[in-house]
């Protein structure tokens, strides 16, 4: 059975940074999708940042040129590198993997921009 696992959220100040990290656990073998979702109280979810095989990645256009997806394929991890936040990136953040063609979520993690 396939477990996702995040971490990193948390509180943080206007214009400081996290760095969230996801794993996935169990025989899983190659996941070819890897991706970040966000959803703000009263909102829907949202694509923050995807990466599809090694090299195609895409963001919101709120996150560009401020968070970074990255991948370590040998330990089945997505990391999310997260600058300059700001209060609207307030949100429950979802690890997402696409595994064999079915749909894996993680629990999600909070991150809290405020001062």
């Known amino acids: 059975q396939v477990q996702v696992v995040e971490s990193g959220g948390g509180l943080v100040q206007p214009g400081g940074s996290l760095t969230l990290s996801c794993a996935a656990n169990?025989?899983?073998?190659?996941?070819?999708?890897m991706a970040w979702y966000r959803q703000a109280p009263g909102k829907q979810r949202e694509l923050v940042a995807r990466?599809?095989?090694?090299?195609?990645?895409n963001y919101a256009d709120s996150v560009k040129g401020r968070f970074t997806i990255s991948r370590d394929n040998a330990k089945n991890a997505v990391y999310l590198q997260m600058n300059n936040l700001k209060s609207e990136d307030t949100a429950t953040y979802y690890c997402?993997?696409?595994?064999?063609?079915?749909?894996?979520w993680g629990q999600g993690t909070q991150v809290t921009v405020s001062s």
């Open positions: 997402y993997l696409e595994i064999k063609n079915l749909d894996y």
């Open positions: 990466i599809r095989g090694r090299l195609l990645i």
């Open positions: 169990g025989n899983i073998g190659n996941v070819y999708v």
